[in-house]
């Protein structure tokens, strides 16, 4: 089992950045594909981003449209634990994010594509 906690989330203007952390025990993840979602109210949960691992010893990154170019994934495997880096941050960014992780390789981008999951932070973009 994985266990899975994020952090970092919290009130922050338009324009402004924050950086969310998403710590891993239970097993080491290294080679997991991770993932960052998010849910706003009253909309289903969507992927954000994702880092999977690559046969070149490498890791691919995907993101979604709507933050391509202003948010950043990225690991620590000393530290078991992925990172957003999220900045440009916009009103309709404001959401609960989850971080998930999954054994299986591959781009994965659909909730029911991974096995575990993190309680969620909540992050607000005031205008």
């Known amino acids: 089992q994985v266990q899975l906690v994020e952090s970092g989330g919290g009130l922050v203007q338009a324009g402004g950045s924050l950086r969310l952390s998403c710590a891993a025990s239970?097993?080491?993840?290294?080679?997991?594909?991770m993932g960052w979602f998010r849910q706003a109210p009253g909309k289903e949960r969507e992927f954000v981003a994702g880092?999977?691992?690559?046969?070149?010893?490498?890791?691919?990154?995907d993101y979604a449209d709507s933050v391509e170019g202003r948010f950043t994934t990225f690991r620590d495997n000393a530290e078991n634990t992925l990172y957003l880096q999220m900045n440009s941050l916009k009103p309709e960014d404001t959401a609960v994010y989850y971080c998930a992780a999954d054994q299986r390789v591959g781009p994965r981008i659909r909730v029911d594509q991974y096995d575990y999951w993190g309680q969620g932070t909540q992050v607000t973009v005031s205008s």
């Open positions: 239970g097993r080491t993840v290294t080679s997991y594909t």
């Open positions: 880092t999977r691992w690559s046969h070149s010893n490498t890791y691919y990154a």
